[in-house]
C-alpha cells in the first residue's frame, strides 16, 4: 500500500467522490472482502461488491489474493494508498493565471499547486528521497507583522544566497505563511 495516490484522471475523482465509496475504502484501510466490509457497514455484499468493482477500475482499490468458501472465490481488497490527492488540474484553472504579489493568497493557492504537483511527480519508489516537513504556529503582534515577515524573507534569501550555487543535488524550498483559521473537527 503506498502513503499518496495522486489522482489526475477524472474517472478516479469520480469514483473517489461518492460518500458509500469512501466508506468502503476507508474499511479498505486493511484487506477486507466484501462480506466483511458489508457486516460493518450493514449493507448486502453485492451492494458492497458494486463499489469495490468501480474502485478496483479506478485504480484505487486492489485485488490482494482470493480464497475459496464453499465452492466460490472470493476476493480479498485493500486500499491501494492511505491517502489520495485530487490534483487541482482536475478542475483545471478559471480564468488567466496573472503574475501575483508574494504577500497575496493567489500567489500561496498557485505556490501550493506548485508544490502538489512536485510531490507527486516523485519517484516514489526510491529507497530515498530526502526532504524535510516542518509547520509549527507563531503569534506576532499586529504591529510587528511586517518585521516579522521582512526578517523572515531575510533569512530565506540568506539560504539561497549560500546554498544557491550550481553543483550537487536540487532542492526546491516553500515556506508558506498564512493567518491561522478556526480549528475544523
Known amino acids: 500500500m503506498r502513503d499518496v495516490l495522486y489522482l ?3 474517472e478516479q475523482a469520480e ?9 468502503v475504502l476507508r474499511q479498505l484501510a ?9 457486516s460493518r457497514l450493514g449493507q448486502t455484499p453485492q451492494r458492497v461488491y458494486y463499489h469495490v468493482k468501480r474502485l478496483v477500475d479506478a485504480g484505487l482499490v486492489d ?22 490527492w485530487l490534483s487541482p488540474r482536475l478542475v483545471g484553472r ?12 493567489g500567489y500561496l493557492l ?7 504537483a512536485d510531490i ?17 504556529e507563531i503569534h506576532v503582534r499586529p504591529e510587528n507583522r511586517q518585521e516579522f515577515l521582512h526578517e523572515l524573507q531575510g533569512m530565506l534569501q540568506d539560504l539561497f544566497t549560500r546554498y ?22
Open 8 to 10: 489526475e484522471q477524472i
Open 15 to 23: 469514483a473517489l467522490l461518492k460518500p458509500q465509496r469512501v466508506e
Open 30 to 38: 486493511e484487506p477486507r472482502t466484501c462480506t466483511e466490509v458489508a
Open 63 to 84: 485485488l490482494v489474493s482470493e480464497r475459496k468458501v464453499r465452492g466460490v472465490h472470493e476476493g480479498i481488497y485493500q486500499a491501494s494508498a492511505r491517502a489520495y
Open 94 to 105: 478559471i480564468g488567466v493565471r496573472r503574475v501575483q504579489d508574494e504577500l497575496s493568497l
Open 110 to 116: 498557485d505556490l501550493m499547486e506548485e508544490v502538489q
Open 120 to 136: 507527486a511527480s516523485l519517484d516514489r519508489t526510491a529507497t530515498e528521497l530526502p526532504s524535510i516537513g516542518l509547520s509549527g
Open 164 to 185: 544557491g550555487g550550481a553543483e550537487g543535488d536540487a532542492f526546491k524550498l516553500v515556506v508558506a505563511c498564512y493567518p491561522k483559521g478556526d480549528e475544523h473537527e
